[in-house]
Nanobody
Framework: QVRLVESGGGLVQAGGSLRLSCLAS????????KAWFRQVPGKEREFVAA??????????AYADSVKGRFTISRDTAKNTVYLQMNSLKPNDTAAYYC?????????????????WGQGTQVTVSS
């Protein structure tokens, strides 16, 4: 059974930083793309960042709204994907979800990801 567990959310002031973690189990960690999405009530789930790798080759994708501020990374020894968030803004406030795809394809649409975590709340105060 595939399980994704996020942690690291919380309350931070604008300009601050947070690091989210996503611990994956029940799947071959390196065989699927991983991504972070976020969602605020009443809005659709929004792509944030994704990472995919094969051997020594790694590919990344970022939403324009977070490029230069957020960094996605992974630790294969720990089966964990991270999202380092710097220079946070109030409109980054959302529930953040970790997702895993059944393939290595680097995708931005929620429907391309089969497995989801329960989410972790990030609140940025002004």
């Amino acid at each position: 059974q595939v399980r994704l567990v996020e942690s690291g959310g919380g309350l931070v002031q604008a300009g601050g930083s947070l690091r989210l973690s996503c611990l994956a189990s029940g799947l071959t960690f390196s065989s699927s793309a991983k991504a972070w999405f976020r969602q605020v009530p009443g809005k659709e789930r929004e792509f944030v960042a994704a990472v995919s790798w094969s051997g020594a080759s790694t590919a990344y994708a970022y939403a324009d709204s977070v490029k230069g501020r957020f960094t996605i990374s992974r630790d294969t020894a720990k089966n964990t994907v991270y999202l380092q968030m710097n220079s946070l803004k109030p409109n980054d406030t959302a529930a953040y979800y970790c997702a895993a795809s059944p393939t290595r394809a680097l995708a931005r649409a929620p429907y391309d990801y089969r497995y989801w975590g329960q989410g972790t709340q990030v609140t940025v105060s002004s």
